[in-house]
């Protein structure tokens, strides 16, 4: 009975971080929003244990600072903070692809899971030329969690996912803000399937340098409306 109980309290606490990540990736708790384990345990309907525990589970995510008074708030990133995230991912992807790269420079990847992504990049690529954002976040985030995941091993694929959140948790605020948030949301997921399936390493490396030319003209776009 015991275990049982662990694993309920477990799945519970999963459900409630999953949630509360939900509600900033949506906008709907702002960097800077401050609450406590009370409130979030009577919204939910739940007790204090298992919420204090997703929240922890947050904090040491990034996603959220702890004071030891107050209780916690969303954590608020800078320009800076993107710029790095964009920098660490890119050294990351390139030292991947470049793995998977044979003496003849071809990348292997086909079969069942390339399909499960393409599906994912079209759905991910149509959102972003559509300007829509909260169904552009979840297949995005699923696209380059499953791509990561087919092309390397499961730490390097949570980390990297860890810094995509992050860096959509940052970039929220400033597309809901924008009048024309579309001129800033990259729609070439399909572009980089292709490369993959074609196994041609620097067509794969081209789209990934594209990708990341992108976030850093954004970021000094914002930079320059400061």
């Keep these: 009975m015991p275990a049982s109980g662990g694993v309920t309290r477990n799945t519970l606490r999963q459900q409630i971080a999953d949630a509360l990540r939900d509600e900033v990736l949506a906008g709907r708790l702002q960097p800077g929003q401050e609450f406590t384990v009370k409130q979030i345990a009577e919204q939910y309907g739940v007790s204090a244990t298992p919420v204090r525990e997703a929240l922890v589970d947050l904090t040491a995510q990034g996603l959220l600072d702890s ?57 991910a690529a149509r959102a972003a030329r559509a300007g829509d954002l909260d169904i552009l976040i979840g297949y995005d985030l699923r696209f380059w969690r499953e791509l990561s995941g087919f092309v390397a091993n499961r730490y390097i694929a949570d980390f990297l996912h860890r810094l995509r959140v992050q860096a959509w948790v940052f970039a929220v605020p400033h597309l809901r803000a924008d009048r024309r948030p579309g001129d800033w949301l990259w729609s070439r997921h399909e572009d980089l399937v292709d490369a993959v399936t074609l196994a041609d390493p620097d067509a794969v490396i081209a789209v990934i340098d594209a990708y990341n030319a992108h976030a850093m003209r954004w970021a000094d776009h914002l930079e320059r409306l400061r």
């Design 67 to 123: 004071d030891q008074h107050k209780g916690f708030r969303v954590h608020q990133f800078s320009v800076d903070d993107y710029r790095g995230m964009v920098e660490a991912r890119a050294l990351i992807v390139d030292g991947i692809f470049r793995r998977l790269c044979d003496r003849s420079g071809a990348i292997h990847a086909h079969g069942a899971p390339l399909v499960s992504v393409r599906r994912r990049a079209e759905e």
